[in-house]
C-alpha cells in the first residue's frame, strides 16, 4: 500500500512569512507524529497526534508553530512568521497506533531566506 | 528525560567487511524499545530493527544483529557483509513502552552516525 506522503518536498520562503507543510498519513494509521530535522539540533519531536487530538504539543519550539489533524487523516504543521532558525528538515511519520512501529515520509525540506 | 548519546559521528567500512556503531541512552524507566533507523540521501527514514528492553535475546534482521546491554545501557548495531546500499546515516532511538502516558509513542533519537562504505 502507499506510504507516508509529505508536501511539499521542498519549499523556499522568506523569512517573516507563513508556510503550511502537509502530511498524509497511511490509510487506517490513527498516531501521527511531526519531527524536525536540522543540523544544530538533530532529529526533535514536535508533536503527535491521536486521532484528531494532540495530547503531545511538547515539543513545538514556540507559539508561532501550530498543528492540526481532520477527520483522523491528514495533519497540517504551520509555522507563522517564519524565522531562519525555522529551516530544517520537517519529518512526519505514522503508526497504527501509538504502540507500533513509526513509518516515516520523505520529509519537506524548509529554507527560510 | 531520556536521552541517547551516539559517540561517532561517521564510521566507514569496506565492502563485504563488518561494522559497529555505537549507542548509549539514559533512561529509569524499566520498559522500553530501542531502534536503529537508517536514512539514506533520499531522506525517508527506514526502520532496519527493533530491540524490547524486556527481551534478553538481541535482535537480529539479516545482516543486522544488536548487542543490547541493559545494565549498561547500551545498544550497538552490527552490520555484517557490509553492501554499498548500506551507506547513509544511522540513528538510534528510544522509545517508552509506558501506555497512557501523553508522550506514548515519541521517538527520542541520537545525534546519527554517517556510514560510509569503501568498494
Known amino acids: 500500500g502507499a506510504g507516508v506522503s509529505q508536501s511539499p518536498s521542498n519549499k523556499v520562503t522568506e523569512k517573516g512569512k507563513d508556510v503550511e507543510l502537509r502530511c498524509d498519513p497511511i490509510s487506517g494509521h490513527t498516531a501521527l507524529y511531526w519531527y524536525r530535522q536540522s543540523l544544530g539540533q538533530g532529529l526533535e519531536f514536535l508533536i503527535y497526534?491521536?486521532?484528531?487530538?494532540?495530547?503531545?504539543k511538547s515539543g513545538l519550539p514556540s507559539d508561532r508553530f501550530s498543528a492540526e489533524r481532520t477527520g483522523g487523516s491528514v495533519s497540517t504543521l504551520t509555522i507563522q512568521r517564519t524565522q531562519q532558525e525555522d529551516s530544517a528538515v520537517y519529518l512526519c511519520a505514522s503508526s497504527r497506533t501509538a504502540i507500533y512501529e513509526q513509518y516515516f515520509g520523505p520529509g519537506t525540506r524548509l529554507t527560510v531566506t | 528525560a531520556q536521552t541517547v548519546t551516539q559517540s561517532q559521528p561517521e564510521m566507514s567500512v569496506q565492502e563485504a567487511e563488518t561494522v559497529t556503531l555505537s549507542c548509549t541512552y539514559d533512561?529509569?524507566?524499566?520498559?522500553?524499545?530501542l531502534f536503529w533507523y537508517k536514512q539514506p540521501p533520499s531522506r525517508q527514514m527506514i526502520l532496519v530493527i527493533r530491540?524490547?528492553?524486556?527481551?534478553?535475546q538481541n535482535a537480529t534482521e539479516n545482516r543486522f544483529s544488536v548487542n543490547f546491554q541493559k545494565a549498561a545501557k547500551s545498544f550497538s548495531l552490527k552490520i555484517s557483509d557490509s553492501q554499498l546500499g548500506d551507506a547513509a546515516m544511522y540513528f538510534c532511538?528510544?522509545?517508552?513502552?509506558?501506555?497512557?502516558?501523553?508522550?506514548?509513542?515519541?521517538?527520542?533519537f541520537g545525534q546519527g552516525t554517517i556510514l560510509t562504505v569503501h568498494p
Open positions: 497526534f491521536q486521532g484528531n487530538s494532540a495530547p503531545d
Open positions: 533512561t529509569s524507566e524499566s520498559d522500553y524499545y
Open positions: 532511538a528510544y522509545r517508552s513502552a509506558g501506555a497512557g502516558g501523553t508522550s506514548y509513542g515519541k521517538l527520542t
Open positions: 530491540q524490547e528492553a524486556y527481551k534478553q
